[in-house]
């Protein structure tokens, strides 16, 4: 266990100095040796007041009276000394802060990437909360380990090496030992007890993650709760998790008196010793009352940052612990990944192909043999009853997942052969529920293509029939949309979204009930638009409601996985079969054809 401990946190560090001193930052690596330099300069100024005020003792309390411009040297050289351990100390914390902060940075920026890299599986079953305080707490200690440990436990033993030896070379050996046992026993009873009770801190850290989680996920169901009165089941939900955590916060506070008691008692009978034996050598005339005093100032430099090394030590364990949680994100592997040989996609016309394509999530078949071809600018349309596999059509040609068995072609190029990124660039995809960031209208409708101009956000909200609501709002593209953009409407979201993937301009589009939020007028309009942008284009409608569809090339029906129809709707309505049936139902609660497509035979 303990191995594994160690071998543990010689990774965590060995990752830790990748951010730290990255190969090819010349300046970063500077700034450690300067600062590393100023920490000797600090700590050699430190080892030299004792001996100073030691001499200024004896000078006064010499019986024949004593020279004032002595004295006054010795109180310059004390004042100098000290005053020189303060500016090496603040002049290592300037240099080394920007260290920190960058190797803060770093590691969170790339744990920020790596789980934008991780597979749809991974987010899916991922506890938002949980993550995010774990991200932020791993931060932290980084910035605690970095600022604290490196620069104050280690300085901290050098100083403990330097006092033995001077007090070795000035008042003897067993002052030395005394010194130096008493040191040794501090730190192995500090790590000892530490590394028995930093169970407790993990069960705090499960304990408050599983409260941050249950917080975050609530108020981002603020509506549903709503619906639901569940305020109270929620409130009670949360006091829960905090009682929880209350308990585990408690036992690692009581655990921690034990430490501090255990510190003091050692620390108590160090001091205790060394004194008596310094006291009863005076008393023999081996040393003078400076160097009594000389003697006193050493170790109470020495045991005084020793009070701090036990916080400094359990706050390390716990540092790591939290890092430990951090870049334990980072051992996840995602499900789909690049080839090492992946090239980029490259489009030229957009022949679709399903081959074949078999898929399952987990044992769970959903896809059982699936082809079908989308020649270039043809509109093909997926339909079926609820779990028949529509979406995770979708979900495989945005490379989500990957099938189990057959292939997925572009232009003859099989989407695992190719890159992620490039895939994605080529798609663009009106999901059926569409999520929004917390910031504004022009914002959201520019994600679709980093970069792009006002002129080209306000055509792409025109083109989906948002530019008119949007005109009337007070700030215009300016407006906050609110978290997951809950001051917009289901349709408005939905105009959004149809504008931000008009933007993107792709190469081929797919559109998942993109029109389920509209009333029949707007669907009407966007229908159109959304045919126009995709004219000549490869495109494929995952559609619920037939009457946006009746138009497309061909009609795919998926049933159980498997394509049971296909052909024009005319076609498949002659044929009075799954489609038929779907159609009977949709069209028995229109009163008349109004809404429907013109110059469509529905026959």
């Known amino acids: 266990m303990a191995r594994s401990n160690l071998r543990k946190t010689a990774t965590l560090l060995r990752s830790l100095m990748h951010y730290t001193a990255p190969r090819g930052d010349n300046r970063i690596r500077v ?6 330099g100023c920490l ?22 010499g019986e024949s009276g004593f020279a004032m411009s002595a004295l006054m040297y010795l109180v310059g050289g004390y004042a100098l000394a000290r005053l020189g351990q303060q500016i090496f100390s603040e002049a290592k914390q300037y240099l080394f802060a920007k260290v920190a902060q960058r190797a ?13 890299r991780l597979s749809l599986q991974f987010h899916m079953d991922r506890q938002t909360g949980g993550m995010t305080r774990a991200i932020d707490r791993g931060a932290k200690g980084i910035e605690f380990l970095l600022t604290i440990a490196f620069f104050e436990v280690l300085p901290l033993f050098v100083e403990v ?31 000892r007890v530490t590394e028995w009770r930093i169970k ?3 069960e705090m850290n499960t304990a408050d993650e599983t409260a941050a989680t249950r917080a975050v996920d609530s108020l981002l169901n603020y509506e549903t709760v709503k619906y639901f009165n569940a305020e109270d089941v929620e409130a009670t939900r949360y006091d829960k998790a905090m009682a929880d955590y209350e308990v585990m916060a408690v036992r690692s506070r009581t655990s921690l008196s034990v430490v501090n008691i255990g510190q003091g008692t050692i620390i108590a009978f160090g001091l205790m010793a060394v004194m008596a034996m310094a006291g009863a050598d005076i008393q023999k005339g081996n ?25 400094v030590y359990r706050e390390l364990r716990q540092a790591l612990v939290d890092m430990e949680r951090m870049f334990g994100l980072l051992d996840e592997r995602p499900d789909i990944a690049d080839k090492p040989d992946a090239k980029p996609l490259v489009i030229n016309g957009g022949e679709l192909v399903f081959d074949n394509v078999h898929f399952a999530y987990g044992e769970r078949p959903i896809l059982k043999g699936i082809s079908f071809t989308v020649q270039p600018g043809e509109r093909v349309a997926i339909v079926g009853p609820s779990g028949s596999g529509k979406t995770t059509i979708s979900r495989l040609l945005f490379r989500f997942y990957d099938p189990v068995a057959g292939a997925i072609r572009l232009d003859g190029q099989d989407l695992r052969d190719v890159t992620q990124a490039s895939v994605r660039a080529a798609i663009g995809v009106v999901p059926q529920d569409t999520v929004m960031f917390n910031s504004t209208i022009g914002y959201n409708i520019g994600y679709g293509r980093d970069g792009a101009s006002e002129d080209e956000i306000a055509a792409a909200a025109k083109m989906a029939s948002i530019d008119g609501f949007i005109a009337h709002l007070p700030d215009g593209y300016d407006t906050l949309v609110g978290e997951r953009g809950l001051k917009l409407s289901g349709g408005e979201k939905q105009r959004v979204a149809i504008a931000r993937a008009i933007l993107k301009k792709p190469s081929i589009f797919l559109f998942d009930e993109a029109t389920s939020a509209l009333d029949s007028r707007t669907e009407k309009e966007i229908q159109r638009a959304l045919d126009t942008v995709s004219k000549s284009q490869t495109t494929v409608v995952i559609a619920h409601r037939l009457s946006t569809i009746v138009s497309a090339d061909e009609i795919i029906v998926l049933s159980d996985g498997a394509i049971v129809e296909r052909g024009t709707h005319r076609y498949l309505l002659a044929q009075n079969g799954l489609y038929a049936q779907m159609w009977e139902r949709q069209s028995s609660g229109f009163h008349d054809y109004a809404d429907l497509p013109a110059n469509i035979d529905y026959a």
Not at 49 to 60: C, I
Not at 104 to 111: M, Q
Not at 301 to 311: E, H
């Open 31 to 36: 700034r450690i040796a300067a600062a590393f």
């Open 40 to 61: 000797v300069a600090a700590k050699g100024s430190n080892m030299i007041t004792p001996l100073l005020y030691g001499a200024a003792v004896d000078l006064v309390n």
């Open 104 to 116: 803060v940075r770093g590691a969170a920026l790339h744990a920020f990437r790596y789980l934008h």
């Open 161 to 191: 090496a330097f006092v033995s030896i001077i007090m070795w070379h000035l008042f003897g050996g067993f002052y030395a030992v005394v010194t130096f046992a008493t040191v040794a026993a501090y730190v192995y009873f500090t790590v």
């Open 200 to 202: 407790f801190r993990r």
């Open 287 to 311: 040393l003078t009352v400076g160097d009594f005093v000389a003697v006193n100032t050493y170790l109470l430099q020495l045991y005084l940052p020793l009070n701090f090394l036990g916080w």
